[in-house]
T-cell receptor, first 113, second 113 residues
Framework: DQQVKQNSPSLSVQEGRISILNCDYTNSMFDYFLWYKKYPAEGPTFLISISSIKDKNEDGRFTVFLNKSAKHLSLHIVPSQPGDSAVYFCAASARGSQGNLIFGKGTKLSVKP | ETGVTQTPRHLVMGMTNKKSLKCEQHLGHNAMYWYKQSAKKPLELMFVYNFKEQTENNSVPSRFSPECPNSSHLFLHLHTLQPEDSALYLC????????????FGPGTRLLVL
């Protein structure tokens, strides 16, 4: 059973608007969450992370929100740009794990000019 | 070279072949990882090395054999693979293992015939 779920395989957004990518998790031991972005033929690149002691982390156009009670996190990109078109992976790490990141299946974001 | 590099980028092998994947990180990190990404599935952690010592083996079949001669290099030796082992194999590195961002290489696309 998947511990990290990204239920939307794809998302299409107009340039300049907000992109919201969602991620749900089931393991209450997860205490650190990351978002990665992946372009075709490249490895995932780190985007932004959040610790469970926070509910929001912001870095430029990217903001991650964490709702621990709902076991839900989201990545907001505003304004969206065509260069943001990529696959976005949500990942989680549990206290006591040895660098074991659990990934979701990814959401493909397309930002249209 | 910068970041995390992987060679070869593409590999086709028969089920009786023996091949090796190579990963090198130029970031001065202490931990290195092998991940597998099959079609329609999330990234799955295979092995973790911390200071050249294997600290995690996620129930990976013995036909996959990792080797970490030093903190900068990681190999994945392959022998008698099955067609279902065809996937994208990603290497990553991080400074430590816990709550540390992992940096990924571009991956090796493996096809087993």
């Amino acid at each position: 059973d998947q511990q990290v779920k990204q239920n939307s395989p794809s998302l299409s957004v107009q340039e300049g608007r907000i992109s919201i990518l969602n991620c749900d998790y089931t393991n209450s031991m997860f205490d650190y969450f990351l978002w990665y972005k992946k372009y075709p033929a490249e490895g995932p690149t780190f985007l932004i992370s959040i610790s469970s002691i926070k509910d929001k982390n912001e870095d430029g156009r990217f903001t991650v929100f964490l709702n621990k009670s709902a076991k839900h996190l989201s990545l907001h990109i505003v304004p969206s740009q065509p260069g943001d078109s990529a696959v976005y992976f949500c990942a989680a790490s549990a206290r006591g794990s040895q660098g074991n990141l659990i990934f979701g299946k990814g959401t493909k974001l397309s930002v249209k000019p | 070279e910068t970041g995390v590099t992987q060679t070869p980028r593409h590999l086709v092998m028969g089920m009786t072949n023996k091949k090796s994947l190579k990963c090198e990180q130029h970031l001065g990190h202490n931990a290195m990882y092998w991940y597998k990404q099959s079609a329609k599935k999330p990234l799955e952690l295979m092995f973790v090395y911390n200071f050249k010592e294997q600290t995690e083996n996620n129930s990976v079949p013995s036909r996959f054999s990792p080797e970490c001669p030093n903190s900068s290099h990681l190999f994945l030796h392959l022998h008698t693979l099955q067609p279902e082992d065809s996937a994208l194999y990603l290497c990553a590195s991080s400074q430590g293992q816990r709550i540390e961002t992992q940096y990924f290489g571009p991956g090796t696309r493996l096809l087993v015939l």
